[in-house]
C-alpha cells in the first residue's frame, strides 16, 4: 500500500486543480479551484472553448458591455467547475471574485448568481461549495448564505480567530493555508530546525483540530496549500486535506508506513462566548502573519481575476 492509498484512510482526500487531465488521472471524490488555478488552466488551448462559449452566453445574456464582460468570467467558472462536476462525483468549490472580500452583502448576491448559473445547467447547489477568503464579512454572509442552503469554503485561512469565527458561524467548512504560513515563517528565518511535526502550518491547523472537535463544532476542516508531503503526513487524520497533483504523485510513489496523527480527542468542553466584530478583529490582528497573508491571498486572486477579465475583455 503507497502513502496516498494509506492516507485515504484516515482523512478524505480532495485535488487541488482545474486541470481536467490531471482530475481525471486521479478521480477525487471533491475538487478545489481558486482564481489563480483557474486562470492557469483557461490559457491553454485546449480549453478556449470554455471562453469562446462563456462569451456567447453573456451576448446572449444581454445588458451593458459591463454586464456582458461579468457574466463570461462567471460563465467560465461555472463551465469549468461544470466540466470537473462530470468526472467526479461530490463536490467541486469555485472562489468568487476576491474584490468582494469586504462586502457581505455583494457576497451573498454573487454566491446567488453563481448558484443560479449552476442550476440552469442542471447542477444542484448541493455540490457545489462557495469559496470566500475568511474576512469578517465573509464569515457573516456564509452563515447568511447556509439559510439558503448554499454552502461555503472558507479560504485564506491563517489565525485562530478566523478559524473559531467560521466554527461559530457554522460554515460548511474551512481551509487553512499551511503552506503559506510556512512559506512566512520560513521568509523570517523563524524555523530553525525543521521537520513537518514543528511545521508551523501544521501545528496552526492541529490547534484547530483540536479546538473543534473538543468542542463539538461540525464544520469541516480541510488541510490546505501543502508545500511537502511531510506536512501532509503530519495532518493525516485531518478530516479533508487538498493536494496538489504534484504531491499526490509522490504520496503514490512511497510506501514507507505511517501512523495516523490527528485523532478525535474524547473530552468535549463547555462552548464559549461567540466572537463580536471587534474581538475578532483584535484576536486576528495580534497575529502578523496572518494579517500579512490574508491581505496577500485577497490582492493575489483579486489581480487574477482582473487578469481573467483582461483575456475575456480581448476576445468579446
Known sequence: MNQLELLKQYSKIVVDSGDMKLIKKYLPEDTTTNPSLIL???TLPEYEYIIVHSINYAKKKGGTYQDQLLNAVDKVSVMLGQEILGVISGKVSIEIDARLSFNTDLCIKQSEKIISMYEEEGISKSRILIK??????????AEELKNLDINCNLTLLF????ARACAEAKVFLISPFVGRIYDWYQSKSLIKEYSGYNDPGVISVRKIYDYYKSHGYRTIIMGASFRNIQQILALSGCDYLTISPVLLRQLQ?????FLRQLNVPNVVNKPVSVLSKSDFLWMHNQDAMAVEKLSEGICQFG???IELERIIKSKM
Open 303 to 305: 489581480r487574477d481575476q
Open 132 to 141: 470566500l477568503a475568511a474576512t469578517w464579512e465573509c464569515i457573516k454572509a
Open 159 to 162: 489565525s485562530f480567530a478566523q
Open 40 to 42: 492557469k488552466v483557461i
Open 253 to 257: 510513489s512511497q510506501n514507507d508506513n
